[in-house]
C-alpha cells in the first residue's frame, strides 16, 4: 500500500520539477531571413520580483545554410536603476566538423545560448532587451529569428 503511494509521489514530484519556470520567452522573426544592422529585436520583460535570481537566454533559429560556425551578437539591456549596457556575445552554432548544435526541424536549427546567469535584477519593473547582430556580413543571411528567454531559478 505505502510502496505505490512512494511511486506516485515520486512521479509527481518529478512532473513538478520538471516544469519549465520561464518568465517570460518571445521569438522574433527577422524579414526574409536577412538580419541587417539596422534591425534589433527588442523585448520588454516585466520583473515582479527583484530578489530572485534569473538565467538569461538568447534564441536563435538559422537555416541549414547560415555560412558561419558562430554568430556575435550585442545584448543591450536598460530598465530600471540599470544602466544602459551592451554585451558583445560569441554563440557558437556548430562543432569542428560542421555538424549544427542546437535541436532541428527538418532545415531549421534552433540555439538558447546562456547569456547571463544568476543575474539578480536592481528592481521590479519592465527591463528592455534587445539583441544586435555583430557579424561583419550585412545583412546576415539565413537567420530566421531571435529571442529572449527569462527564467528565474
Not at 44 to 60: E, G, M, P, Q, T
Not at 78 to 90: I, M, P, Q, V
Request: proline share 5%; charged share 20%; glycine share 4%.
Amino acid at each position: 500500500m505505502i510502496r505505490p503511494l512512494l511511486y506516485a509521489f515520486g512521479i509527481i514530484s518529478c512532473l513538478v520539477s520538471c516544469t519549465n519556470s520561464a518568465v517570460y520567452e518571445k521569438n522574433q522573426p527577422i524579414p526574409d531571413r536577412a538580419w541587417s544592422y539596422e534591425k534589433t529585436p527588442q523585448f520588454d520583460v516585466h520583473i515582479a520580483d527583484s530578489k530572485a535570481r534569473y538565467n538569461i537566454y538568447i534564441n536563435l533559429r538559422h537555416s541549414n545554410e547560415y555560412s558561419f560556425s558562430n554568430i556575435f551578437v550585442l545584448l543591450h539591456e536598460k530598465g530600471a536603476k540599470l544602466a544602459d549596457t551592451a554585451y558583445r556575445k560569441e554563440i557558437p552554432l556548430a562543432q569542428l566538423d560542421g555538424r549544427w548544435f542546437g535541436n532541428s526541424a527538418g532545415s531549421l536549427y534552433e540555439v538558447q545560448y546562456l547569456a547571463k546567469e544568476n543575474f539578480v535584477f536592481p528592481d521590479t519593473g519592465v527591463y528592455t532587451f534587445a539583441v544586435e547582430q555583430n557579424m561583419r556580413e550585412n545583412p546576415l543571411k539565413d537567420i530566421v529569428d531571435v529571442g529572449i528567454k527569462v527564467v528565474k531559478q
